[in-house]
């Protein structure tokens, strides 16, 4: 892994004594012991993990809190009046200042890691548990969204660079795993907790102020826990435990000042800046799940947001175990890009097989949960061998310039995700329409099922005219029709007969079926006319003699109109009852119905298929990727690979040597 450069990148002073642990080696101005956080001597292996997992344990909590938003984003839409665009405008925007607050990170180089990361810390908990929650418009939420944003931007390059400080080449694939676990643990935290807190606690300020509270108290045992190593110390590369010696004797012969002239210029080459857009539009479809996951799920399949927080857990946890198998597989074989390709040829598939999904309604929540795995397991193959070999890559160029080259990384992602943002609602632009009016109209609808089905079946005009004068005649024969499938003209002649024949359509109807066909039969037959007139006796509760009265008027109406009424007659009245009960209905839900059913219908119909190119232009993203791992450092062939090792053991041996004399000789 590292090519036979060996550990440096340029001759090293004598040794010196070493300065007490905790110490400012770069700095002869005395700290308040909160901010002395360097260490002068590199640590054993229980105090090095030690501070690698709080490392960890801070970048899961840093993006625990960035992403919680998507948990309940359709929730924070509606509370605030957000559109889908505004919705959009603020995750654009706060990536936007994310980037600038990566480049911002490069400073880390000079300033150091620990504290920057402990400050970001104690601002993001306290953003997410007091300011978030309790923003009182869109302009605030999205001022304090964009300084959460800041924060995790300097977090995404001084987290890692304090993994990569404490982590030499040999091991620096597994130690990257556990870093890449913090957005991955982080995006499983928001699915798990809100997946199984939403239900009792449906309001979304909940879910904020609880990730709040969690990150203050993972903020305290950083405070008091989180080191990092003195400049002289992170400025060398590391490749094994072996170079400890080394590295310490060096330590002090070590300006850190000199070796940090001109670190931005070493850094803006293509191997850091093409590799590091390589894996940014690689990353484009991870970072659309984790804003967009729930919002496609809920608009296109209908899921709660529990639900599609749910399937999301699938994702995460598989992303979370091909990390750590994924590190230690390449630690142990030496190499790095065979796994980069392998990984995202795995992920590509699944995403394939994913997009292909996309428009089919029937498929099943394990289907997609299956999917989901296959593009986890390949992405995080890929993805934490591409940061062991980067850092690795920033090293061969200048070690003491290592968190200027992850800055550079940091800004190129965040403007990649930016970018990616802004153009995703032209991409799919009916997921506005669903987010902005498909709630509503979706309990309307629950509410009037069939007023629904009568709005969406008259035309609009002829509502209108209603609207107008519900006593119009033609309107109303209009609106029959159209919900019925008889024609207009035949409709007002139905209604004009009912008109006439009220009464002796309410005597037809107190005569069963078979009175009805004997009478049409034989008129006059005695039986038939006695059985009608006990049937409508007993019907409408009158005396026989009115009976037989009630039947004569019956007799009277031509048998043409009768016929009429009874072959067209019940399916008008179904119309004309079913176009009454729009009375139900609030005016105000009526107009909505009007002005946006059809919209979000149709919006319905075609997102599936937007969201289905969405998903194939991440699936080009990711071909892309591939090629840009020729451009890092590193061996194809682990043979070759732990070659190298060995040529580097003997150098350090040889160096050591030449220090342990240089030493003897000055005494």
């Not at 004594?17 to 054993?44: F, K, V």
């Not at 709660?304 to 598989?318: F, V």
């Amino acid at each position: 892994m590292t090519d036979g450069h060996g550990l440096g990148t340029r001759e090293r002073e004598p040794a010196a004594p070493h300065e007490p642990a905790g110490g400012d080696l770069h700095d002869g101005a005395p700290r308040p012991a909160w901010l002395s956080r360097q260490l002068t001597r590199y640590p054993n292996t229980g105090m090095r993990v030690w501070y690698l997992a709080i490392t960890v344990a801070v970048t899961v909590v840093l993006y625990y809190e960035l992403y919680i938003q998507g948990a309940v984003a359709t929730k924070v839409i509606q509370h605030f009046g957000f559109t889908f665009t505004e919705f959009v405008v603020v995750l654009v925007v706060g990536n936007a200042v994310g980037a600038f607050g990566s480049l911002f990170a490069g400073i880390a180089d000079r300033w150091g890691r620990a504290n920057l990361v402990v400050g970001g810390l104690l601002l993001s908990g306290l953003l997410v548990t007091f300011a978030l929650p309790n923003a009182a418009s869109k302009g605030w939420y999205l001022a304090f969204f964009a300084l959460l944003s800041v924060v995790e931007g300097v977090a995404l390059v001084a987290t890692p660079a304090l993994i990569r400080d404490f982590s030499p080449q040999l091991g620096r694939a597994a130690a990257m795993a556990f870093w890449t676990m913090g957005p991955v643990l982080g995006s499983l935290l928001v699915t798990e907790i809100s997946s199984h807190t939403l239900a009792s606690h449906p309001d979304w300020q909940y879910q904020f102020r609880l990730c709040g509270i969690i990150g203050l108290a993972v903020w305290l045992v950083a405070f008091i826990g989180m080191r990092e190593l003195s400049p002289q110390l992170r400025d060398q590369r590391m490749v094994s435990m072996r170079d400890r010696a080394l590295i310490e004797a060096r330590a002090a012969g070590i300006k850190p000042d000199e070796l940090l002239r001109g670190q931005w210029r070493q850094m803006l080459k293509p191997d850091v800046i093409g590799s590091a857009l390589g894996i940014s539009v690689f990353l484009m479809l991870y970072y659309v799940f984790v804003a967009f996951l729930v919002v496609y799920f809920v608009t296109v399949f209908g899921y709660t947001e529990a639900r599609s927080n749910d399937l999301g857990n699938w994702y995460w946890i598989a992303n979370v175990v091909a990390l750590l198998v994924a590190g230690f597989a390449s630690d142990a074989l030496r190499v790095r890009k065979p796994m980069m390709i392998v990984g995202a040829l795995i992920s590509v598939v699944g995403v394939a097989l994913f997009a292909t999904a996309a428009t089919e309604p029937k498929t099943g929540f394990h289907t997609f949960a299956a999917y989901f795995i296959i593009i986890a397991v390949g992405s995080g193959i890929a993805y934490v061998s591409w940061m062991a070999a980067f850092t690795e890559t920033v090293e061969r160029r200048n070690p003491a310039a290592t968190a200027t080259g992850l800055a550079i990384w940091g800004w190129i992602i965040r403007i990649v995700v930016t970018v990616s943002f802004a153009v995703l609602p032209s991409v799919v632009p009916a997921t506005s329409t669903l987010v902005d009016h498909g709630a509503r109209v979706k309990q309307i609808v629950a509410s009037y099922p069939a007023q629904t089905r009568v709005l969406q079946t008259v035309h609009p005009a002829t509502l209108a005219a209603l609207k107008l004068n519900p006593a119009n005649r033609a309107a109303q024969a209009s609106a029959i029709s159209q919900l019925t499938g008889v024609p207009p003209a035949r409709v007002a002649q139905v209604a004009l007969l009912g008109e006439r024949y009220s009464r002796e359509l309410v005597v037809a109807a107190a005569l069963t079926p078979a009175t009805q066909a004997a009478l049409a039969s034989e008129p006059t037959s005695p039986a038939a006319l006695q059985a009608a007139v006990r049937e409508i006796a007993a019907g409408l509760h009158i005396t026989p003699a009115q009976a037989s009265a009630e039947l004569a008027a019956l007799g009277r109406v031509p048998r043409a109109d009768l016929a009429l009424l009874r072959i067209y007659g019940p399916t008008v009245t179904h119309g004309a009852a079913a176009l009454r009960s729009l009375s139900a209905v609030p005016a105000a839900d009526v107009a909505y119905l009007a002005a946006h059913g059809g919209e979000v219908a149709k919006a319905s119909h075609e997102s599936p298929g937007q969201w289905q190119t969405w998903w194939w232009i991440c699936f080009a993203a990711q071909l892309v990727f591939i090629p840009t791992a020729f451009l890092l450092t590193g061996r194809w062939n682990p043979r070759r690979a732990r070659q190298d090792e060995i040529e580097h053991d003997r150098r350090v041996e040889h160096e050591l040597e030449l220090l342990q004399a240089e030493t003897a000789v000055g005494r």
